[in-house]
Every structure is written in C-alpha cells, then in structure tokens.
C-alpha cells in the first residue's frame, strides 16, 4: 500500500505564481525526500528532510514537515514552465523500504 | 557521470515471450532499485540489493519475474514468460548509502525501459 499520498493530484498555474504540494504519510518516519518526474523521464532527487527537521530551502523550493501531523509540503516559488512535471514524496516509514506516494501533476502554463 | 544507464527504452513483445531488461547503476553506488510504474498502481518496489546482494524481493510479483546482479556494475530483470499485466515501466534506481542504510541518500533513477506485452 502506499505510504504518502500527495495532494492535490493535479494542479495547474500560470508562470510566476507559487505551487504548493502536500504529503501526507501513515507511519513515522526517519526521513521523508521530494522528487520530479519529466514526462518520459525517470525521477530526479529535489530534496531531503530529516524527522527532527522542521523546514528546508534549495533555490526555489521550501520543503516543510510537520510529524505531528504526518504531512509535508513542497512550495515552488515563482514557478516556470519547465517545473511542469510530476512531484513525489518518498517515505521510509521506519522501515528499510523507501516507498513513493502517487504523485502531483503540476502544469505551468506561459 | 553517466547517470544510472537503463536498456532498452522500449521494448515491444508478445505475450508468454521472455523479457529482460538490463541496467548499469552509477559506479560506487551500493544500493540498486528495480521498480515498476503504472497508472493503477503508482511506483512500486520489486526489489533492491546492497552490494550485488538481494535485500528485498517482496515486491516481485510472481514467479515469473526473477532479478540478477552478477557484479556491482550490472543487473537484470527477466519476465519469463511475459503477460499483458506486466505492460508498464520498469525504472532502476542506484544510491550510495550512508552509515549502512540507504534511506538517508538519494535514488538516483534511470530513464526506465517502457514494457508493452501485447
């Protein structure tokens, strides 16, 4: 079964507005990881939180995690038309398996 | 660095045919990932290795699907024999772990091999 399940599951915007993604997980968690996926591509590592970390930055991106809740959520700042593409979030769930969540596809239109 | 190298791109066959799809994991990496997306079924985890060892294999379907890493710079994954229901993409990952466990590292993905079984 899937152990992180984005929302939402589709999300269209124009150029230079902001997207937010959301991630919520079943179990506890050592670490939770955001990734992208070009269509036709395979997926590409964005960012990495720890459990005891609360929120990360990388460019434009903002990762947050809030384990009392079992959410995260992926901020893309001023969004391009290249950021259209299909976002997970991974989750260990305290197990040795990273597991993916189903996806958001986001669409930037120009 | 090449990246994680996955062969063919696409692969066309009928059913109740032998498939094997190949991959060459980023050299050093320890950790190797076989999953499989679908829309049903989102990504899915086969089956991984740490040092060419098999891991996990839970998430192998069935019987027919079997998965080799002769050495640390190759593996495969064979359908044999191949089914319409195995028609999806099939992606190797590699990560180089930190500490013994991969989970605090990246997946590094291939571009995948894309499995129509007619």
């Known amino acids: 079964s899937q152990q992180g399940e984005e929302d939402p599951q589709a999300l269209s915007i124009q150029e230079g507005e902001n997207a937010t993604m959301n991630c919520s997980y079943k179990?506890?968690?050592?670490?939770l990881q955001w990734y992208r996926q070009n269509s036709g591509r395979g997926l590409v590592h964005l960012i990495l939180i720890r459990s005891n970390e609360r929120e990360k930055h990388s460019g434009r991106l903002r990762v947050t995690l809030d384990t009392s809740k079992k959410s995260s959520s992926l901020l893309i700042t001023a969004s391009r038309a290249a950021d259209t593409a299909s976002y997970f979030c991974?989750?260990?769930?305290?197990?040795?398996?990273?597991?993916f969540g189903t996806g958001t596809r986001l669409q930037v239109f120009p | 660095d090449a990246g994680v190298i996955q062969s063919p791109r696409h692969e066309v066959t009928e059913m109740g045919q032998e498939v094997t799809l190949r991959c060459k994991p980023i050299?050093?990496?320890?950790?190797l990932f076989w999953y499989r997306q679908t829309m049903m079924r989102g990504l899915e985890l086969l089956i991984y290795f740490n040092n060419n060892v098999p891991i996990d294999d839970s998430g192998m379907p069935e019987d027919r699907f079997s998965a080799k890493m002769p050495n640390a710079s190759f593996s495969t994954l064979k359908i044999q024999p191949s089914e319409p229901r195995d028609s999806a993409v099939y992606f190797c990952a590699s990560s180089l772990s930190r500490e013994g466990w991969y989970g605090d590292s990246p997946l590094h993905f291939g571009n995948g091999t894309r499995l129509t079984v007619t």
């Open positions: 050299s050093g990496h320890d950790y």
């Open positions: 991974a989750t260990d769930g305290g197990t040795d398996k990273l597991i």
């Open positions: 179990t506890s968690i050592n670490n």
